[in-house]
């Protein structure tokens, strides 16, 4: 279960108000579910940091809290591209704790300690034009290059023992309807293989934020993700009404 919110909440980052202007710091608030009832939450937190350095906090748990994600990234933005200093990546489920760091090396790949010693290193893949991002910073990539106009991309990124790539690829324009109101958004396409595709929808008028990702597999929604709270640095504050009543 919270891999499923793992992978949604990874997938929902900030851009900058401008094509190519430093990335806006911002907080968001996400409800999970699974076959459309409630399994978790999560939320992210994008902070700029003394000397031009970023860090993007994500939390997330399901079950209860039984089972939690937490991880902290620390990237750069270089050109148009994001640039990975590192990460603390801990997850827990009942009985089991993994925790791991990972930092770049000095030739495009990344390198992966974990909390029992354990060292993997990931070099880069022949095609790879760029650093190989975490799954955390790797997020902000994907979205400011929908910003600026992309439509099929290619990426490259760790998730602790693992190296994902993955294709994006803009399907058009759509109006969506989500607890934080009715948006025209971007859609965009990330296909796993012929029986799991993800959604995501972005709104441009929120900075193209991701206000919604959805999860198909075998043709039926089994997942999906809506953002209800957004806070974009001291200009955009949105909360769904069952935030509000919380408040």
């Known amino acids: 279960m919270i891999r499923i919110l793992l992978v949604l909440l990874c997938l929902s980052p900030l851009l900058s108000a401008t094509s190519y202007a430093q990335i806006q710091p911002f ?3 996400y409800q999970a579910k699974f076959k459309g009832v409630p399994i978790g939450s999560g939320e992210r937190r994008l902070s700029l940091l003394p000397g031009g350095e970023y860090q993007l906090e994500n939390r997330a748990s399901a079950l209860g809290g039984s089972m939690t994600y ?6 750069e933005y270089q050109q148009q591209t994001i640039v990975s200093l590192g990460y603390h990546h801990t997850q827990t489920a009942p009985f089991k704790k993994l925790s791991a760091r990972g930092f770049p090396d000095r030739k495009g790949g990344l390198i992966v300690v974990f909390d029992n010693k354990e060292r993997m290193h990931f070099p880069p893949e022949e ?3 760029s ?3 975490d799954a955390a910073s790797f997020s902000v990539q994907l979205q400011h290059d929908i910003k600026r106009g992309l439509t099929d991309i290619t990426y490259y990124y760790n998730t602790l023992d693992e190296m994902d790539k993955h294709r994006f690829e803009v399907l058009g324009s759509e ?5 934080l109101g009715s948006f025209d958004t971007v859609k965009v396409e990330q296909r796993k293989n012929d029986s799991r595709v993800t959604y995501l929808w972005l709104a441009p008028a929120l900075d193209y934020q991701v206000v919604k990702a959805e999860i198909v597999r075998k043709g039926k929604s089994w997942a999906t993700l809506e ?14 009404k069952s935030t509000d009543d919380r408040s």
């Open 131 to 133: 650093q190989l991002l």
């Open 70 to 75: 937490d991880v902290t990234a620390r990237f």
């Open 227 to 240: 953002t209800t709270y957004l806070k974009i640095a001291d200009d955009i504050l949105l909360t769904s």
């Open 27 to 29: 907080e968001a608030r």
């Open 175 to 179: 109006q969506v309807t989500t607890q």
């Open 127 to 129: 095609d790879q034009t």
